[in-house]
């Protein structure tokens, strides 16, 4: 296989690192208009070719039929990028978030279309987690009887991407460059993962709302006008556990002068199921009834597998471009996805309920 990075910076090294983790050969391919983020990535994989122009790479041979390009760029240079890798000919996934908006997202998805090509997104990165795993087979089981009701929420006190969090990358912090703020960052893996648990057909977002706290350390040098705390409240309907609407209450924050939470439940008639998404060294926890007392027990998730969820965008992009069953989100699926996350900046902005269609998810 050949693998073609557009953008050698830090989460490119990832993808990369993830290629040296296939069972098979990778030829790596990088392009990335700095010298020195080149000139870095060639140090951390000498085997690299290495190109200073992606259309350069891109035109240098004719595509094959396994070959993927990987768009590990900022979310504004997106668009360009996988113009670039399915003008090629070439299966393309996109770093998260997949676009700056919904009409980008469409155009990718005409383009891979006309093309013949697979298009995907890297928001699947904790999908086929055997804690997330562990979880579906309660909702399957029929354990948690009808559900209900999910809770979604975490908040970290002080946790800004561009500010407390990789703060040299202050593009994070500029609605232009980045589309927005925490929806844009963590919605995409926060969308990715109840819709692969809970499987709906379609999603209502009943209510949301979309804010900007304070600190003393806000920057002034640079425009700073993306949101760090976001919330909605979800009806998911047509899914698993039941078929009835669920009420899903979702939070998510990268600053807030409110307590830190992290909580991740689903509560149905007979059970529920509380977990950590997104640290799969924490328990998956049973709760039901039990001669009318609560007994929680431990659900047992299985052996940890050699992949880290930063491999496994790429390692389930690159099952699906050689048929293989894989929980990569593709095509329509990926901009559905992404229509969710968008959803949430237009129901938090006008005050009005939006309600989006889900592709079936293809294995």
Known sequence: MRLFLIGAGVIARTHAAAAAKLDEPVELHV??????????????????????DAAEMLNKTPALDDDIVIVATPPFAHLDGVRLALGSGRHTLCEKPLAMNVAQAEEMERLAAEKGRLFGCCA?????????????????????????????????????????????SRWFLNRELSGGGIAMDWGPYDVATLVDVLSPASIDIVA????????????????????????AYFTFRGGVGGGGPIAVHYERGTCTHGKEQFVAEIEGTRGAVRWTPYDSRQPVFLRTDRDGVVVEETVDPGERGPFTVMDLPLVHFSRRVRGLPSPANVNRRAVDHFRVVRALYDAAASGERRTISMTPEEV
Do not use: C
């Open 31 to 52: 392009a990335d208009p700095a010298p020195a983020a080149l000139e870095s990535f060639r140090a951390a994989y000498p085997e690299a070719k290495t190109y200073g």
């Open 124 to 168: 699947v990165r904790y999908k086929g987690m055997l804690h997330n795993e562990a979880v579906k087979r309660v909702v399957a089981s029929g354990a948690l009887g009808d559900i209900y009701h999910v809770t979604f929420v975490n908040k970290w006190e002080r946790s800004r991407a561009g500010i407390e969090y990789q703060p040299q």
């Open 208 to 231: 949301a709302w979309a804010a900007k706290p304070e600190t003393a350390v806000d920057p002034r040098d640079v425009l700073y006008d993306v949101e760090h705390h976001i919330g």
